[in-house]
């Protein structure tokens, strides 16, 4: 079966510090992959979405970026974090058949 | 632009009665919607869907009626529980790789 893992949990860091949240699926090969945050008080919103290697599309521009190193490896980072970078951040994966994705448990960011 | 409208953010209801929570949408090439149960500090796990083909689709308690001419669609949950109570997102797609959500509506069911 499939499963997809996602960490850390929760972070706390600086403004300026840099950020890396990792995203790995299991049990399946050549997912599409795609980052969303869900800032307080907001719905979610689709940050990037990745539909092969090395294949990154951003919908807004921010302060992140996204790299797929490998297939089933999703990363999101940011060089210098900002105060409104808190938030829930989720990593999903789906076959894209239109059928919906599977989310991982989130990461909780705080920049303080 | 927000594409997938949930006007209202919140709700309650007693328990055994009725839960009915509405999206609204834009986009006429919207063709495929879902529905998505959130808990917090958790990702949202899958609750229904339904195609544009149709009006209507059960799963057990969990009901998505879809009303194309209004660019509606509405989830009720019938009898609403207490483990009921999370956020609700509606979804939708046009064929694309990507969905898009809905604000959310944080659903509190009265014991």
């Known amino acids: 079966s499939q499963t997809i893992h996602q960490w850390p949990a929760t972070l706390v860091q600086p403004v300026g510090s840099p950020l890396s949240l990792e995203c790995t699926v299991e049990?399946?090969?050549?997912?599409?992959l795609y980052w969303y945050r869900q800032a307080a008080g907001r719905g979610l919103q689709l940050l990037f979405y990745?539909?092969?290697?090395?294949?990154i599309s951003s919908e807004v521009p921010q302060n992140l970026s996204a790299s797929r190193p490998q297939d089933r490896q999703f990363i999101l980072s940011s060089k210098k974090l900002l105060l409104s970078d808190s938030g829930f951040y989720l990593c999903?994966?789906?076959?894209?058949?239109?059928?919906?994705?599977?989310f991982g448990s989130g990461t909780r960011l705080t920049v303080v | 632009d927000q594409q997938v409208k949930q006007n209202s953010p919140s709700l309650s209801v007693q328990e055994g009665r009725i839960s009915i929570l509405n999206c609204d949408y834009t986009?006429?090439?919207?063709?495929?919607f879902l529905w998505y149960k959130k808990y917090p500090a958790e990702g949202p796990t899958f609750l229904i869907s339904?195609?544009?083909?149709?009006d209507k689709n059960e799963d057990g308690r969990f009901t998505v009626f879809l009303n194309k001419s209004a660019k509606h669609l509405s989830l009720h949950i019938v009898p609403s529980q207490p483990g009921d109570s999370a956020v609700y997102f509606c979804?939708?797609?046009?064929?694309?790789?990507?969905?898009?959500f809905g604000t959310g509506t944080r659903l509190k069911v009265l014991a």
């Open positions: 979804a939708a797609n046009s064929g694309t790789y990507k969905y898009i």
């Open positions: 990745s539909v092969g290697i090395g294949q």
């Open positions: 999903a994966w789906s076959t894209g058949g239109g059928e919906g994705y599977t």
């Open positions: 049990g399946t090969s050549n997912p599409n």
């Open positions: 986009n006429s090439m919207f063709d495929y």
């Open positions: 339904i195609s544009s083909i149709k």
